[in-house]
């Protein structure tokens, strides 16, 4: 079969691998869809990162691995004990192995797994494959009228999320999202679902007109305006009830801590590639509450129902490539800050919606 396999810092390559079977409590699929997140960007240009040179400690993976995280596809065969589901169901896959042993396991906090291994990282297969073995708690079965492209977008929304969740906040709050990528368009869409007001901050034209798309009425361009004066005189002088950092650069995240009201929540979920200083004075007087998100837990089922209400259109934002084309049109464009979220099209299903 063939698959995208990471083998070190920009070294990335198309070739043919063995097809996997499944064994015990597992499920094999044929990929039809894997986006492309920010995580694989840094393991690309920056790592090894997530990906290992020596065994995982829970799957004894190392590189080379097979990459992709975020992705959807349809069961073609099922192994021994997996007998609720079928042959042709399209699932999505939540990425994650745990050791189920943990406290954190135990505890439901199965993101804090200090054993956790990550699919297209650390286990035996991965996304941007023509065919992934994956145990079947990690594949959640999409109801009728849920697309396969939807389903590829379930795992980087399910973080959008837990983000959401950290925040704190309830209908007719508000909420100032800094950085209008995949995960901060995810806010957005969940936090309208809640009835909460959000303020979407991003220097990209191309994103904020995204955005306006979806429904952002609150665009502040980070370039042309004083961010934290912006969202005070947006929310009366108070500051925003929460903030997201979903850019990961010093400004944005100083702007978040900033412009967040008196004992308001700011919650990072970017990954930050640079030390971020954090003078204590800014979390002393405010009472801002600082937070971060590890992944997502428990928020696969809810946002699956949530795209099967309509809650998250895909246009205007998302956009699927061809397999050959995963370096250039989606890892290089992206470096570029060229497009928005970008999906592989590893089955070669373009303009179909199942």
């Not at 083998?7 to 198309?14: A, K």
């Not at 934290?228 to 990961?248: E, Q």
């Not at 464009?333 to 592989?344: A, S, T």
Request: net charge negative; hydrophobic share 40%.
């Amino acid at each position: 079969m063939r698959a995208a396999v990471y083998y070190g810092r920009q070294d990335l390559r198309l070739t043919s691998m063995p097809e996997p079977e499944p064994g015990p409590g597992e499920v094999k699929l044929r990929v039809l869809y894997n986006g492309i997140c920010g995580s694989d960007l840094h393991e690309y240009f920056d790592g090894p990162v997530t990906t290992r040179n020596t065994p995982h400690p829970l799957t004894g993976v190392q590189n080379p691995v097979i990459m992709g995280h975020e992705l959807c596809g349809e069961v073609v065969a099922l192994g021994e004990g997996v007998d609720d589901l079928v042959i042709g169901n399209l699932v999505a896959v939540e990425p994650v192995e745990t050791c189920g042993r943990c406290l954190h396991c135990g505890l439901g906090q199965y993101n804090h797994c200090p054993s956790l291994a990550i699919h297209g990282y650390n286990r035996a297969g991965g996304g941007l494959a023509e065919y992934t073995v994956v145990k079947r708690r990690m594949a959640h079965a999409l109801p009728r009228g849920v697309s396969a492209l939807q389903g590829a977008l379930i795992e980087p929304l399910a973080i959008a999320w837990h983000t959401v969740n950290r925040c704190a906040v309830s209908a007719g709050q508000v909420v100032a999202i800094h950085g209008g990528g995949p995960i901060g368009a995810g806010a957005f869409l969940t936090l309208r679902r809640r009835g909460v007001e959000a303020i979407v901050v991003d220097p990209s034209p191309a994103r904020r007109s995204a955005l306006a798309d979806l429904g952002a009425k609150q665009l502040l361009d980070p370039s042309a305006c004083d961010v934290v004066a912006a969202i005070r005189d947006l929310t009366g002088g108070r500051g925003a009830d929460a903030s997201i950092d979903a850019a990961g650069g010093a400004k944005a995240f100083a702007a978040m801590l900033h412009g967040t009201r008196v004992d308001g929540t700011a919650v990072v979920v970017a990954i930050h590639h640079e030390p971020v200083v954090i003078p204590p004075f800014d979390l002393l007087m405010p009472e801002v509450h600082l937070t971060g998100v590890a992944l997502s837990v428990n928020a696969f089922p809810a946002v699956i129902a949530e795209m099967a209400r309509g809650s998250y259109p895909l246009e205007g934002w998302v956009e699927t490539i061809p397999f050959d084309g995963v370096i250039e049109q989606g890892i290089e464009r992206l470096r570029r800050q060229q497009g928005m979220k970008i999906v592989v099209d590893v089955a070669g299903r373009s303009g179909h919606l199942q």
